[in-house]
């Protein structure tokens, strides 16, 4: 409201695990059945974690995201987006790649020359699975793409703050998060990508000069 950061869309997509997802689930949960057999129980937190990287990396995301794409393809420009590993990221890279070439990835180990490009404006779309510099200021960002998300709501900050920065040269700006939301299996109950996509569609109504709650 006080127009120290620009306005957000926000773009929630709804998805459901695939069949291999919920096996991959499902051989979570045996794996801690067994672990305590083998001498070395896996913590809840563990559990977790593993079950968390199977939603991260849900391949049933895949075809929702080359749909929207399709239909929007302006969101590339100027774009980063958010992705769990290098496998998945090689995916998400071949759907990119049939709507435009000026994208490049950004791993872990690879050279930040492809960074300080993309903050030239050399490239238009970076994919990552890491942190990007805080060194590096990007005004021009427009549109945050996360296919992973992480439960606590700071990693959402700050992968989204990386396109809510004003741009001088753009002063209308209005930012894209575009996100993925795993549809709750039992009803009456908020997951933690349900719960978040209420928090952001909130979010995303404030407007400059008061507007929006």
């Known amino acids: 409201r006080r127009e120290i950061l620009a306005p957000f869309n926000y773009f929630p997509l709804p998805y459901e695990l695939t069949v291999e997802d919920r096996q991959r689930v499902r051989d979570v949960y045996k794996r801690q059945a067994a672990s305590p057999a083998a ?7 563990e559990v977790w974690i593993e079950i968390a990287r199977v939603y991260k990396t849900s391949r049933a995301k895949l075809p929702i995201f080359d ?3 399709q239909n929007n393809q302006h969101m590339l420009e100027r774009c980063i987006v958010f992705v769990e590993t290098q496998e998945s990221g090689d995916e998400v890279l071949e759907i990119i790649h049939k709507y435009r070439s000026d994208f490049h990835t950004y791993f872990s180990g ?3 020359e492809t960074l300080k490009r993309f903050a030239r404006g050399e490239l238009e779309c970076l994919i990552t699975c ?20 992480a439960r606590a709501r700071l ?7 990386r396109c809510l920065r004003t741009d001088p040269d753009n ?3 209005v930012s894209n998060i575009v996100d993925f939301i795993r549809q709750s ?7 933690a990508d349900e719960e978040r996509a209420e928090w952001l569609t909130g979010l995303s109504k404030v407007r400059a000069g008061g ?3």
Do not use: A, C, W, Y
């Open 110 to 112: 690879e050279e930040s």
């Open 130 to 149: 890491h942190r990007v510099s805080e060194g590096i200021d990007i005004r021009s960002l427009n549109s945050v793409i996360l296919f992973s998300s």
């Open 39 to 45: 001498g070395n129980p896996m913590s809840d937190e």
């Open 67 to 69: 749909e929207f794409i």
């Open 185 to 191: 299996e039992d009803e009456g109950e908020q997951n």
């Open 155 to 161: 990693e959402t900050i700050q992968r989204m703050g």
């Open 211 to 213: 507007e929006g709650k």
């Open 171 to 173: 002063p209308g700006k």
